[in-house]
């Protein structure tokens, strides 16, 4: 029996999570499109292209962020669209609290994360 495509788009948002929860930088990279466009809208000068561009971003929050755990807060998938809610939480290598909140919209392809617009912002504590 073959898996609807709105729970299979919901998978790659699953191990995502998982991904960035034990540190796995393949297991993450492989989440995306090798031709994935990230945007953030609020903050351009931070979008990327191509899923080598993801590794060497993750790559540095993981050395920065040891101990980062993510949590999918909550999600929609209609189609190859999703919508997310995440919480990115640790501690920076420097002592200070690395939390961020915010919401992604993702477009999905072949069990990947084609392109997403992330909105994450610091949570001011």
């Not at 993981?62 to 997310?84: E, M, N, R």
């Not at 920076?92 to 392109?115: D, H, M, P, S, Y």
């Amino acid at each position: 029996m073959n898996t609807p495509p709105h729970q299979s788009n919901l998978s790659v948002l699953l191990k995502m999570e998982a991904a960035i929860d034990a540190h796995d930088i393949d297991a993450l990279v492989n989440c995306f499109a090798n031709d994935f466009v990230g945007e953030q809208p609020v903050h351009p000068e931070r979008n990327v292209t191509g899923a080598e561009q993801v590794r060497k971003n993750w790559t540095g929050i993981f050395a920065q962020v040891p101990d980062i755990q993510a949590k999918l807060v909550t999600h929609t998938i209609a189609g190859d669209i999703g919508w997310s809610e995440w919480h990115w939480q640790g501690n920076q290598t420097n002592g200070t609290a690395f939390n961020l909140r915010g919401a992604v919209v993702t477009g999905l392809r072949e069990n990947t994360i084609a392109w997403a617009r992330l909105y994450m912002e610091p949570v001011q504590i």
